[in-house]
């Protein structure tokens, strides 16, 4: 077993490459209506690539970490799996063609790349084990010099902040939900990617600052104050999603002219739509409130285990 250990050394971080090669077998062997859900609508090559690459740098930086004496558990390292392989299931297989042809389906997908997919990845944390396992001109060079840029570190201080940032979460729901402009959208190709990657994105500044799991000052937000935004930002959600729900009236006739994947009455299929901004989108502010809530209650741990500590 010693003999083979170099073996195993100079394996382990070939590894994620193994995992890829594998997955690209497996579509070889599932059935052909489930092979062609599971490749691309429209395939990107940037959304390919920079999903590569971080499940490539997070698979590397766990195994540094471990090395290194410093595991990541189990949670953690699975909210990032499920993270990832959500957005890439929402942007890169076929039920990005789903949603850009039924409404409800539309909704769902948005739910996840502005809601679900980027509080997972806030929960997991994982800038520490990206960073360890990235190679080393990026992480010892070009990210440092990213994160020094006075450019960037002010363009997200302002994204960040306590009062623009659920703003700004919220506004943007409103803003492609315009009827006139989520029209434009949905027949240009060009225009729903931005859409898409808009919505990814701000999610992420928005659960990322949610979910730090460092107390104020070192975070931006203190936990209380997190957890009245949270639920700030419920009431625009639910009044929006009970206006599309409620209405007699088809708002998004694109659909219709595009034509409808699924055969369902068109002021049915923005009902759904409405209730899936509605209740679950909304249902994710109570989510995240009790995640600030238990980080709060093992810093307070934290704190009185260390105050104990120090009387004795």
């Keep these: 077993m010693n003999a083979l250990s170099p073996r195993l ?12 090669l594998l997955a690209v077998i497996f579509l070889d062997f599932v059935p052909s209506g489930m ?7 429209n395939f990107s090559p940037f959304i390919f690539c920079l999903t590569i690459f971080c499940g490539f740098s997070y698979a590397r930086g766990m195994g540094v970490l471990r090395r ?52 997972l990845m806030a929960l997991s944390w994982p800038q520490q084990v990206l960073k360890a396992g990235m190679p080393s001109f990026i992480s010892s060079r070009w990210l440092p010099r990213i994160q020094q840029n006075h450019i960037m570190k002010r363009t997200f201080n302002f994204l960040q902040h306590p009062f ?9 729901i409103y803003f492609w939900l315009w009827p006139a402009l989520h029209f434009d959208a949905m027949i240009n190709l060009h225009l729903y990617n931005i859409m898409n990657w808009s919505m990814a994105f701000d999610g992420l500044l928005f659960w990322f600052l949610m979910c730090d799991p460092r107390p ?12 009245l935004i949270l639920w700030a930002i ?4 639910i009044a929006l999603g009970a206006v599309i729900a409620l209405s007699p009236v088809d708002l ?8 409808r994947a699924f055969n369902i009455n068109p002021i049915v299929d923005q009902h759904l739509g409405g209730l899936i901004t509605w209740i679950p989108s909304s249902m994710m502010s109570a989510i995240g409130s009790l995640a600030v809530l238990r980080m709060m209650v093992r810093h307070d ?12």
């Design 216 to 227: 104020y000052p070192v975070s931006r937000i203190a936990f209380g104050r997190r957890i």
């Design 164 to 172: 623009v940032s659920p703003v700004l979460f919220v506004g943007i």
């Design 301 to 312: 741990e934290r704190i009185h285990e260390a105050l104990r500590v120090e009387r004795t």
């Design 252 to 259: 998004y006739p694109s659909y219709a002219l595009c034509g």
């Design 9 to 20: 050394r100079l394996f382990r971080p070939n590894i994620p490459i193994i995992l890829i």
């Design 68 to 119: 290194q004496g410093l595991p990541r558990g189990f949670w953690k390292p699975l909210s990032f799996w499920l993270s990832l392989g959500l957005f890439y299931g929402m942007l890169q297989t076929r039920f990005d063609y789903y949603a850009q042809h039924v409404f409800f389906m539309h909704r769902l997908q948005h739910m996840v790349l502005h809601h679900l997919a980027p509080f």
């Design 234 to 237: 419920m009431l625009p959600q």
């Design 35 to 41: 092979r062609n859900f599971l490749l691309p609508w």
